[in-house]
């Protein structure tokens, strides 16, 4: 299994944990101002792109979705909005941030369509064949094995079942990746500090854009975990990319 080199960037280099175990704990440090610091920082437009990507799963009309990396549940509680499938499972590994989406959820009323539980993108315990699509928002640059999540995510869907993955990406115009990178390695972690107490979640999330393998390289990963039909769209000059893939109608797991 190939490794990459965002799998091996952590978020508190001195710590013994492994790499789960330190995502798991940063999101517990700072759900309690996570969904504030998503729109805040973003200005607002990362809900626009959450909804842009749900868009690609509108024409399969999925009835049975499965969210990867979940957190406090903004993805699910769009889809059950727009999508309106039958049942929407949401799985994660940080406590703090399922616990957050949980009171969401409840504040809405969604209880009867999403569930949200503990679970790992690289051991998820339903069987094979299970779901007509899976998501995953701003998750796969926490995998701490890449290849690994996406082979366990095209194990759970349905012959015929979709993948879309939102996730950070760099520009290609030099002077707006230049911008955008001073903020990211500079603005982001100095506010996370100050608004959440915890600058390492903003550092982390920068180096681990800067070293995650982007547009087309990640769409040959997704071919090489066994994905077809694969395609990317980039938003907003490049910041932000969605990915999509889908499991072959007569695919078998080996």
Known sequence: MAKYSHDSIVPFKDSEMNKKQQVADMFNRIAFRYD???????????????????????????????????????????????????????????????????????????????????????????VNDTFDAVSVAFGVRNFENL??????????????????????????????????NWYMKLITPGLG????????????LHKSVEAFPEGNEFIEILKKTGYTGTYLKTLSLGICTIYCGQKEKRYSVQ
Do not use: H
């Open 36 to 126: 504030f610091l998503n729109r805040f920082l973003s200005g607002g437009v990362d809900v626009r792109w959450r909804k842009k990507a749900i868009k690609q799963l509108a024409a399969l009309k999925p009835k049975l979705i499965l969210d990867v990396a979940t957190g406090t549940g903004d993805v699910a509680i769009m889809m059950a909005k727009y999508l309106r499938p039958e049942k929407i499972i949401g799985i994660d590994i940080s406590e703090g941030m399922l616990d957050i989406g949980k009171q969401k959820i409840a504040k809405q009323k969604l209880n009867e369509q999403i569930e949200l539980q503990s679970g790992d993108s690289e051991a998820i315990n339903f």
């Open 193 to 204: 500090k100050m608004i959440s107490k915890n600058a390492e979640a903003y550092q982390y």
């Open 147 to 180: 290849e690994t999540g996406l082979r366990e995510i095209l194990r759970v869907l349905k012959p015929g079942g979709k993948l879309v993955v939102l996730e950070f990406s760099k520009p290609k115009n030099r002077i707006f990746r230049v911008l955008c």
